[in-house]
């Protein structure tokens, strides 16, 4: 059975990074038919797609953040990992590490999710 | 704003059905059938419960439908249950980031 888990400060403050990473059980992060992702809920409001990366390392990220983030991941420890740059209190959220499912090369649907991790940004 | 459009509420009785509306463009929901919808209950990650506009993962209760019109996808739950109370929230392949993924602003379902 496929479990992610994300470890990671739950406090950031201010102008700093955000460092989250997803550790895979279960399944190898080497496969060419899924992508390892990272989505977001701020408090009380909807999920949002951040990125996604491929198990050969390629990344592909939400315009609206591809500015502030970066997707990469660790084969030799079967995880993936998250960063958000210059972080606001607008990036206060739930964020979830998950497994998207592709076919025909575009992303059909998120199969697995982490159980999520509060991340509070504050000074 | 959401790039996907859903009632930010719907509501039933138990035992009846219920449907909950997506609503997007050709771009998006019309032009492809990579339809999903999530359930997710409070403080929990979400679940998929429907993928490809219609098709259930296994466990799933096929009191769970989905279907497509046009550019509006449909979830229906049928003899709705107190445990379907959550949230659901659907989401579409898009042209505008073929590998990304969006979504609805979700809908909250209140079982009377």
């Known amino acids: 059975q496929l479990h992610l888990q994300e470890s990671g400060p739950g406090l950031v403050k201010p102008s700093e990074t955000l460092s989250l990473t997803c550790t895979v059980s279960g399944a190898s992060i080497v496969t060419s038919t899924y992508f390892w992702g990272w989505v977001r809920q701020p408090p009380g409001k909807g999920l949002e797609w951040i990125g996604s990366i491929s198990f050969s390392g390629g990344t592909y990220y939400s315009p609206s953040l591809r500015s502030r983030v970066t997707i990469s991941l660790d084969t030799s420890k079967n995880d993936f990992s998250l960063r958000v740059n210059s972080v606001t209190a607008a990036d206060t959220a739930v964020y979830y590490c998950?497994?998207?499912?592709?076919?025909?090369?575009?992303?059909?649907?998120?199969?697995?999710w982490g159980q999520g991790t509060l991340v509070t940004v504050s000074s | 704003q959401s790039a996907l459009t859903q009632p930010a509420s719907v509501s039933g009785s138990p035992g009846q059905s219920i449907t909950i509306s997506c609503t997007g463009t050709s771009s998006d929901v019309g032009g492809y059938n990579y339809v999903s919808w999530y359930q997710q209950h409070p403080d929990k990650a979400p679940k998929l419960m429907i993928y490809?506009?219609?098709n259930r993962p296994s466990g799933v209760s096929n009191r769970f439908s989905g279907s497509k019109s046009g550019n509006t996808a449909s979830l229906t739950i049928s003899g709705l249950q107190a445990e379907d109370e959550a949230d659901y929230y659907c989401s579409s392949y898009t042209t505008i980031n073929t590998l990304g993924v969006i979504f609805g602003g979700g809908t909250k379902l209140t079982v009377l």
């Open positions: 998950a497994r998207l499912a592709l076919r025909g090369g575009v992303t059909t649907r998120i199969d697995y």
């Open positions: 490809d506009v219609s």
